[in-house]
């Protein structure tokens, strides 16, 4: 009878260690595809029978690889393109790929790299992920390393979520002088679970990448509510917005980067601000926001402009950018 629970007990401990930390849930694990149109991660479920965590990553890789026929789900991964190493240790995962890496456009790459953190970080002793591309780390277009990635890198991303939408934004931060707005760009992907106006704040609140431009929103203020109608988008922020104004930023400055990355991504002639759900109020003690406010062009620093697009020219493309991002 000792005998027979023993062997019970070590067919339970052998089913428990498979795949690392492996999730109760029986559908097995979500394996990441991009759509059709190649611009939005969705998953499958995919029973893993690894028998432990680098075995089910390679396994899941595979599988990423993989298009199904007739069901919408295309491969993630360009033809070619393979890893060379993984290494986990210490609860971060290193991905090395090969030279092929360098040859995907800025959407495949950034969808690749989601659907794999999203899908390596379902095991539970691979805490980040690292990405090189032979024998050098993966770097940005500034040559900065991209660094460790985690689930939290992307944008309101809850557990469950299976697809993303990709966007590249025209967003405006304050010059250093803080009486003109300057446009950098930046490149996203998203939950769809939530909206790209909002979305558009956060990378707002996250502030500026060019170390030349300054924030014009604190980390302190909220979005309540935000909606668009008649080419009229409404935006209600909490009492922070009121309390935390620019020192040297003019509250001009402040209005019109919101106004006008609020307009140029999402296709509106103005925007009407809320604060707390009312109008009557003036921001920093002097602009009031009873009226909505219309894109303006003249506050933007047209220089700054021009040499980002030339920079924009030279480069392939831009570099994810960073709210809690890395990416």
């Not at 697809?163 to 010059?175: C, D, E, G, K």
């Not at 769809?192 to 990448?209: F, H, R, S």
Request: with cysteine.
């Amino acid at each position: 009878m000792k005998k027979t629970t023993l062997w019970i007990a070590v067919a339970v401990l052998i089913l428990l260690t498979g795949c690392g930390q492996k999730k109760a849930d029986t559908s097995g694990y979500q394996v990441f595809y991009v759509n059709e149109e190649g611009n939005t991660l969705i998953s499958a479920d995919y029973p893993l029978k690894g028998e432990d965590t680098l075995d089910c990553i390679q396994e899941m890789w595979k599988k990423m690889k993989e298009s199904v026929a007739g069901s919408g789900q295309n491969s993630l991964v360009p033809e070619g393109l393979d890893i060379q190493a993984l290494d986990l240790t210490g609860g971060q995962l290193t991905i090395t790929f090969d030279s092929e890496y360098n040859k995907m456009n800025k959407v495949q790459e950034v969808l690749l790299r989601a659907g794999l953190v999203e899908g390596v970080t379902q095991f539970a002793d691979v805490k980040t992920v690292v990405f090189h591309v032979g024998e050098d780390v993966l770097r940005d277009h500034n040559g900065e390393p991209i660094g460790a990635m985690t689930r939290s890198n992307f944008i309101n991303n809850p557990v469950g979520i299976n697809s993303y939408q990709y966007a590249s934004l025209v967003l405006y931060f304050s010059s250093l002088s803080g009486d003109k707005i300057v446009k950098e760009m930046r490149n996203v992907h998203y939950s769809t679970n939530t909206t790209l106006e909002k979305v558009i704040l956060e990378q707002l609140a996250a502030g500026p990448m060019n170390s030349k431009l300054s924030g014009v929103l604190s980390e302190e203020v909220r979005v309540l509510d935000v909606k668009v109608s008649e080419k009229t988008c409404t935006l209600n922020l909490n009492q922070a917005f009121l309390d935390t104004v620019a020192g040297t930023t003019t509250p001009e400055v402040v209005i019109y980067a919101m106004v006008d990355s609020l307009c140029d991504n999402l296709g509106v002639d103005k925007v009407q601000f809320q604060v707390e759900g009312s109008s009557d109020v003036v921001y920093g003690d002097s602009l009031s926001l009873a009226g909505p406010f219309h894109r303006n062009s003249d506050i933007i620093e047209i220089q700054e402009i021009q040499e980002q697009v030339t920079e924009a020219a030279e480069s392939e493309s831009q570099e994810l950018g960073e709210p809690q991002i890395g990416l």
